[in-house]
């Protein structure tokens, strides 16, 4: 369990980081889907833990929305009644840090780096801009490798539409990419 958590805990972060476009909630999300999945699914065979773990991470992905919207709901009035004050800021500066650049990851030369960092820079405000359905249906299927079954059960919904989701995004994002300016 431990093993497969720690392979997919970098994609996680990113597909729940895509999901919902703040970098601790995010983290929340992933942290929680992964102790549901090794508290409720921890028996289960090695190869099931990935379609387990990846419609728990979609669920806690909508259940967050889900929660922001009742918050809103019931906030924004609530909000209105207080002052324009501002809680101060506490924030950590050790959740700033970046982890050490791993030398086996880079691209070879520093042009050719900063080159494979801008694109990919370029693809996640690609992403950031997608609806959320053909977000996670892109980020399933060629993030996390799935076919198009794996993705529909992940979704709930059937293959046709995962198609329909991927090739939507998948324009969408070439479009973004060719008005910035990117040539493959």
């Given at each position: 369990m431990s093993d497969f958590l720690a392979e997919v805990e970098r994609r996680a972060y990113k597909?729940?980081?895509f999901g919902v476009k703040d970098r601790h909630v995010a983290l929340d999300i992933v942290q929680?889907?992964?102790?549901k999945l090794a508290e409720n699914y921890g028996a289960r065979p090695a190869e099931e833990l990935p379609a387990l773990f990846q419609r728990i991470l979609q669920n806690a992905?909508?259940?967050h929305y889900r929660r922001q919207r009742v918050?809103?709901?019931?906030?924004s009035p609530l909000s209105a009644l207080k002052g324009g004050e501002r809680e101060d800021d506490d924030s950590d500066p050790?959740?700033?840090l970046r982890p050490e650049p791993n030398p086996k990851d880079a691209a070879g030369p520093p042009a050719a780096a900063l080159e494979q960092a801008?694109?990919?820079g370029l693809i996640e405000k690609a992403l950031e801009a997608l609806?959320?359905?053909?977000?996670?249906?892109?980020?399933l299927r060629y993030w996390e490798e799935m076919d198009v079954a794996e993705a529909a059960e992940i979704m709930g919904c059937s293959p046709g539409s995962v198609k329909t989701h991927c090739s939507r995004a998948t324009h969408a994002i070439?479009?973004?990419l060719k008005s910035k300016g990117f040539e493959p």
């Open positions: 597909q729940a980081l929680d889907a992964m102790l992905i909508r259940d918050r809103a709901f019931w906030i050790l959740e700033t801008q694109t990919v609806p959320p359905r053909q977000r996670q249906a892109f980020l070439a479009a973004f």
